[in-house]
T-cell receptor, first 115, second 110 residues
Framework: EAGVTQFPSHSVIEKGQTVTLRCDPI?????LYWYRRVMGKEIKFLLH????????ESGMPNNRFLAERTGGTYSTLKVQPAELEDSGVYFC?????????????FGPGTRLTVT | GQQVMQIPQYQHVQEGEDFTTYCNSS?????IQWYKQRPGGHPVFLIQ?????EVKKQKRLTFQFGEAKKNSSLHITATQTTDVGTYFC??????????FGKGTMLLVSP
C-alpha cells in the first residue's frame, strides 16, 4: 500500500511569492490533515478535511493560507503571498474513518524556505 | 487551546542506558498518542493510550498513561543507536486533531 506522498519535497521562494504544496493521502482515507513544524518548535495543526469538507481550520495562521481538497482525494495548500515566518516543514497526514483509533499516517513533508 | 508540555527537550545517552520522556497536560486528556521522527524523516505512529493508568509495551519501549489522564511517559530500556530520533507525544482532541508536545530529541552514542 502506498503511503502519503507530498510534493515538492523542498521549495525555496522569495518573500511575496506564491507556493502551492500538494498532498496525496493513502487511498481510501477520508481524513486529511495539514501540520507545520517551524524550526525548533512543536508540530502545529493547521486544518482537517473529511473528504472534501473542511472539518476544522482553526489552526490556519491567516488568510494568506488556502487549502483545498476538491473531489475528496488529494489536497493543496497555497501560501500567497509568502512571508519569512512561513518557513518550516509542512506535513500532511491521513487516516481512515474509524471509531476506535485515531492513528495518523504522515507524509514525508515539504520543507519550505522563504527568503 | 490545549497545551501539552514535554520534557526533556534533548537527551544524549550511551548505548545501553535507559531513556524516558514525559508529557504533561493541565487538562484531562481523552487519549494520547506517541510518534517517533527519525532525523530527516516524518512522524511515525507508535502507540495510542486511552485508559486511565494504562501501560503498554512494545519490545524495549514502555508507554504509560497517568491515573488522572493528565500525563504520560515513554521509557526505552537499554537504548540502541536505532532509537535515535525525536519522540513526540500528541493529545487527541476535537475530531481527531492532534496537539503535539515539543518533542524530545534522543541521541545515542555507541
Amino acid at each position: 500500500e502506498a503511503g502519503v506522498t507530498q510534493f515538492p519535497s523542498h521549495s525555496v521562494i522569495e518573500k511575496g511569492q506564491t507556493v502551492t504544496l500538494r498532498c496525496d493521502p493513502i487511498s481510501g482515507h477520508d481524513n486529511l490533515y495539514w501540520y507545520r513544524r517551524v524550526m525548533g518548535k512543536e508540530i502545529k495543526f493547521l486544518l482537517h478535511f473529511v473528504k472534501e469538507s473542511k472539518q476544522d481550520e482553526s489552526g490556519m495562521p491567516n488568510n494568506r493560507f488556502l487549502a483545498e481538497r476538491t473531489g475528496g482525494t488529494y489536497s493543496t495548500l497555497k501560501v500567497q503571498p509568502a512571508e519569512l515566518e512561513d518557513s518550516g516543514v509542512y506535513f500532511c497526514a491521513s487516516s481512515p474513518i474509524r471509531l476506535s483509533s485515531y492513528e495518523q499516517y504522515f507524509g514525508p513533508g515539504t520543507r519550505l524556505t522563504v527568503t | 487551546g490545549q497545551q501539552v508540555m514535554q520534557i526533556p527537550q534533548y537527551q544524549h545517552v550511551q548505548e545501553g542506558e535507559d531513556f524516558t520522556t514525559y508529557c504533561n497536560s493541565s487538562t484531562t486528556l481523552s487519549n494520547i498518542q506517541w510518534y517517533k521522527q527519525r532525523p530527516g524523516g516524518h512522524p511515525v505512529f507508535l502507540i495510542q493510550l486511552v485508559k486511565s493508568g494504562e501501560v503498554k509495551k512494545q519490545k524495549r519501549l514502555t508507554f504509560q498513561f497517568g491515573e488522572a489522564k493528565k500525563n504520560s511517559s515513554l521509557h526505552i530500556t537499554a537504548t540502541q543507536t536505532t532509537d535515535v530520533g525525536t519522540y513526540f507525544c500528541a493529545a487527541v482532541s476535537g475530531y481527531s486533531t492532534l496537539t503535539f508536545g515539543k518533542g524530545t530529541m534522543l541521541l545515542v552514542s555507541p
